[in-house]
């Protein structure tokens, strides 16, 4: 069986907090539509964290390194590549950005791969990983509901279980579900309104 | 093919009427004054092999190395000023360590080649410096990609290779390469060729002593490139030395 990575989007919104006033803990939603997953390379996509404008902007830049460094080896870049150059770009400017990414996607060298890199630039590895304001609800879904192996079926069907779920509970999240899936083939971008996805008993 | 360039050999910045540059040309010559360096590509890896002429019985054994490590996966041979080429070995590692740090993978062995050579390259385009006077052949093993070889000389270019030979004897040592069916070799029958095809091209007249480097990087050290352990490399000299003999002897024979 294939072994498939998913990448979804686990933050529904995105809160503009100028105005965020610690005490009262106010939030304004500015927009419930926007997309955070965003294609770097063919088959290789980065979800968003943290200060939108630092992430875009860390992003924009890695999307051309990473296209250069592409040319110039003649071949499509790793994984392990894409999430390099937003490490380096995290690390090195620790001190001036707020920005975390998801990157996932697929090579012909390692197959289908998942990477995090934290605010200060951490890098690590991993199978099955969430972030963000809403994901802090479905830490028991995901640890109990993920399996290795799934089909594409199954890892669709759970990711967007797993997004409902968290939209469902977190405030500031909901809206639209933006949902990546990459493989061999290609990558297929969907985007389902929260209307549409799957009801649970949190009402 | 020799000619004295008089007037436009004094600096790389010159082009000479018939569209050479002098510069260059000479610096391939020292590399052709140095003893002989083979790299040879097999399935499985690759294996290098140095002639190191011993010009003193007082110097230490295995000093001036002309095998060097650039990574863990990428070794290079090294014929011309030993000076140069250790400069360069460090121009190599740099590369492959900001690749590691910037890519988070192994450095590809064909972009640590052209990108090393067009550092020597930017070396033959002014007058004030003098071109690299060394050549060198690198060598690397992946799961994925195989074995690779590539040669870089000191007008900058790199060259992608099954079997190539640099140095005083190159002539001679491809002569013998060529005679090998590589394709379908192992790294450690390979090793034993290395060592023959270096002593059939060692000139027991003109030098006497030397010291025979071996190292490889393969299937058989798994994609690390090291130099050849005791045993393997006592093996390939006897080897190498007994077909040396049979020749003789059957020369002989002939007469």
Known sequence: MEKRCLDAQFKGVSTGVSKYNALNHHFYVSSKTINKVIQVHDRIFCCMAGSLADAQAVLKTAKFHLSFHSVQMESSPQVIAAASVLKELCYKNKDELQAGFITAGWDRKKGPQIYVVSLG???????VTIGGSGSTYI????????????????CLQFATNALALAMGRDNVSGGVAHLVVITESGAEH???????????HDE | MSSIGTGYDLSASTFSPDGRVFQVEYAMKAVENSST?????????????????????????GS???????????????AGLLADARSLAEVARDEAS?????YGHDIPLKHLSERVAMYVHAYTLYSAVRPFGCSFILGSFDKDDGAQLYMVDPSGISYGYWGCAIGKAKQAAKTEIEKLQMKDMTCRELV????????????????????LELSWVGEVTNGRHELVPKDVREE??????????????SDEDNM
């Open chain 1, 121 to 127: 630039g951490m890098l690590i590895k991993q199978e």
């Open chain 1, 139 to 154: 830490y028991g879904y995901v640890d109990a509901k993920y399996r290795p192996n799934m089909s594409r079926e199954e």
């Open chain 1, 190 to 200: 969907t985007v389902v309104p929260g209307d549409k996805l799957p009801k649970f």
């Open chain 2, 37 to 61: 360096a083979i790299g040879i590509r097999c399935k499985d890896g690759v294996v290098f092999g140095v002639e190191k002429l011993v010009l003193s019985k007082l110097y230490e054994e």
């Open chain 2, 64 to 78: 001036n190395k002309r095998i060097f490590n650039i990574d863990r996966h990428v070794g290079m041979a090294v």
């Open chain 2, 98 to 102: 900001n690749f590691r740090s910037n």
């Open chain 2, 192 to 211: 034993k060729e290395v060592a023959k095809i270096i002593y059939i091209v060692h000139d027991e007249v003109k030098d006497k002593a030397f010291e």
């Open chain 2, 236 to 249: 390939a000299e006897k080897y190498a030395k007994d077909s040396l003999e049979e020749e003789d002897d």
